[in-house]
């Protein structure tokens, strides 16, 4: 069964179609990168299928039944989110915010427990985090408290993950190191579905891409497919030449 499938999904905001029809089915074990230029609404259109934000038409399939139906609590397990912009009046230490990402798995007034415990600490390790536990959030650098957020998604354990820019912030080595975790839980049964800007990084990680053109249109499928000189190039508005090395291919703006 798919993890989440979209079923003549049309999605607008400000008068504008971010997409119109769109059918398109999430598998386990598939990485996909949603790509476009700015504006074009991929945060948009991520909220959507999160089921933040209302759709104009069609359906949204989460493990098989409308994602309307599914309580707060429970979508929580089953999907996890990556917000583009976080805020908190009330910063805490690290290890309690990664330990928010087990809220959904807890009952009303149950404290999180060793095993709670020790799933937060894998994800603040897997984020090179681990020695920053007792520090409070908000005195991390920018990249810190993006590796932060996406700890405590991970500590949520969702099937799905949703997330927005999740290597924004990030220097070289950590956009590696957070691409290739992420490449690995889909190949570990899980599916991501992540916003990118580099063209590059979904090329190398991602297996499936939807790429949005604007003004509703869309491409959707196998990344090796999908992105190509001519789409890219359409996509973006500028003239993009794919180029190959060692068997990989990457693409050059001109």
Known sequence: MPLLQCQQLNVRIAGQSVCEQLDLSIEPGQCWALLGRNGVGKTTLLHSLAGLRPIHAGNILLQGRSLATWPKRERARALGVLFQERSSAFPSRVLETALIGRHPHLGPWQAESSADLAIARRALSAMELSDLETRLSDTLSGGEQQRLALAAVLTQDPALLLLDEPVNHLDLHHQIQVLTLLQASA????????SLHDVNLATRFCSHVLLL??????ECGDA???????????????????????????????
């Open 213 to 218: 053109h604007g003004g509703g249109d869309y």
């Open 224 to 254: 090796s497919t999908i992105l190509n000189s001519a789409t890219l190039t359409r996509a973006y508005g500028h003239p993009i030449r794919q180029i190959s090395h060692d068997g990989q291919r990457s693409f050059l703006p001109l």
């Open 187 to 194: 190949g570990a049964g899980k599916a991501v579905v992540m």
